[in-house]
């Protein structure tokens, strides 16, 4: 049985397109409270879209924090607390403990 081609003509799918635009241009001019907003009218208060409602969330916080001129990333004694000076350390760690075991193999072959 052949598929349907409702809808699927080129002038229906440049319709489709600029549609699409549209409400990416529509959305782009919106700040975060906004969509939240418009979130909340269109499903509900805090009825789904828990994902994008989350996201925009931290968009907020985090808009927030700049403006205070914190960053997340530090906890009050001035140290990275997540992020890649960690990430190396930890990496420099684990090389450090491989080498030292491999170290420790190879003095025990020696001994034999």
């Known amino acids: 049985m052949p598929r349907s081609r409702i809808n699927r003509g080129r002038e229906r799918r440049d319709e489709l397109r600029k549609r ?18 418009v979130l909340d009218a269109r499903l509900g208060e805090g009825v789904g879209a828990s994902k994008e409602r989350a996201r925009l969330a931290s968009e907020i ?14 906890n009050p004694d001035g140290k990275v607390v997540e992020g890649r000076p960690v990430r190396q350390k930890a990496k420099a760690r684990r090389q450090a403990s491989r080498a030292k075991s491999r170290r420790g193999a190879r003095d025990r072959r020696e001994v034999d």
């Open 20 to 37: 699409a635009e549209s409400l990416a241009e529509e959305r782009a001019k919106r700040s975060s409270e906004d969509q939240i907003s």
């Open 61 to 74: 916080d985090g808009r927030q924090e700049r403006a205070r001129g914190g960053s997340k990333s530090k």
